[in-house]
């Protein structure tokens, strides 16, 4: 058999990607990469070390699919045909693979859109391509650059979930209900794959209602001048509040200044007090005392303290507006 002909029955016998690097690795020695037409890594083999760096495209119908690398020992005359006879091979089943995967990302879209437009979803077929709907999950709304919606695809299809074109924005539903996390990842990945900035807003729970919520995620983040970030609600803090499908007023209070809660619990001190006291007097500790009926340095002691537990920066006006936000929210809900 002929290394061509173990090239193609590789592929036939579905050896994929990493399958025909180790063929090209040990037809022709050095180190050997195959790429998808987004320069994504499908396979390497090969040992590792320098030398002469050849790239081939891999075109298939007069479209480029991938891309074939060779890292080693200079090649001669034979050799580089050899490595665009295996260019050619690999392109062909690069192309199947491509047209196998947009098929079922079709399936796959209809399922995300079923869910998202309140129309009864299969299990089944949700299960064909293993996913679990009755698993707590997060629904991610991105914006981002073009091609965001093909990357989006085989990220989604890497994390075990589901990706659409959806009301001017991709979605992804993504197991597991850690929605900042969600948010991150995929603006950070997606993001570093396409080299530009993509935003995600995201939120868990049912899949309409998150994705509701992930949707006004998304429009703050952008609104607020977060684009390349990811974030849910609740890390938008009094934004994420009023974003919420289903406000969670003692969770902000909480995430807030719940440090200064606790210690008063604890110890019996009066954080709380003397912070409410301070945003009363206009953030001024000398009128602050009054209202405590207790010595400036006392005030001065406590607010260090305060500083302590809810760290740098809680006077900042984005932070400081939060914390009084939180402190209002105190006088009206039980904790």
């Known amino acids: 058999m002929t290394v061509v002909e173990r090239l193609v029955a590789v592929a036939a016998a579905g050896g994929g990607a990493g399958g025909l690097a180790e063929v090209v690795a040990g037809w022709l020695g050095g180190t050997v990469v195959i790429t998808d037409a987004a320069g994504r890594e499908l396979a390497r083999a090969g040992s590792r070390r320098g030398g002469q760096v050849l790239k081939v495209a891999a075109v298939a119908h007069g479209r480029r699919v991938g891309e074939l690398g060779r890292t080693g020992p200079e090649l001669d005359g034979e050799g580089r045909r050899n490595l665009d006879v295996a260019a050619s091979v690999i392109a062909l089943d690069l192309l199947i693979r491509e047209c196998a995967f947009a098929a079922e990302e079709r399936e796959r879209g209809q399922l995300l859109s079923d869910l998202l437009t309140g129309r009864p979803a299969k299990h089944e077929r949700a299960r064909r391509f293993g996913v679990d709907l009755d698993a707590p999950s997060s629904v991610v709304v991105l914006a981002g650059p073009a091609g965001l919606a093909s990357a989006a695809a085989h990220f989604a299809s890497a994390h075990g979930g589901l990706s659409v074109e959806h009301e001017d924005h991709v979605v992804l539903l993504l197991p597991g209900c850690d929605a900042a996390d969600h948010a991150e990842r995929s603006a950070r990945g997606l993001g570093a794959e396409l080299r530009k900035p993509v935003t995600a807003g995201a939120a868990s729970g049912e899949v309409r209602a998150a994705h509701a919520e992930a949707a006004r995620c998304l429009t703050a983040l952008l609104a607020l001048g977060g684009a390349g970030r990811g974030a849910s609600a609740e890390q ?22 719940g440090a200064l809660l606790d210690h008063d619990a604890r110890r019996g001190t009066s954080l709380v007090p003397t912070l409410r006291a301070y945003f009363a007097a206009g953030r001024s500790p000398t009128r602050a005392k ?40 105190l006088d009206l809900i039980r904790m």
């Open 290 to 329: 009054d209202l405590l009926n207790v010595h400036v340095n006392t005030v001065a002691q406590r607010l260090e303290r305060i500083s302590a537990l809810l760290g740098p920066g809680w006077q900042e006006p984005e932070r400081a507006l939060e914390t009084e936000l939180a402190l209002r929210l």
């Open 236 to 257: 938008l803090g009094f934004v994420g509040l009023v974003l919420g499908d289903q406000p969670e007023p003692k969770a902000f209070v909480r995430a807030t200044i």
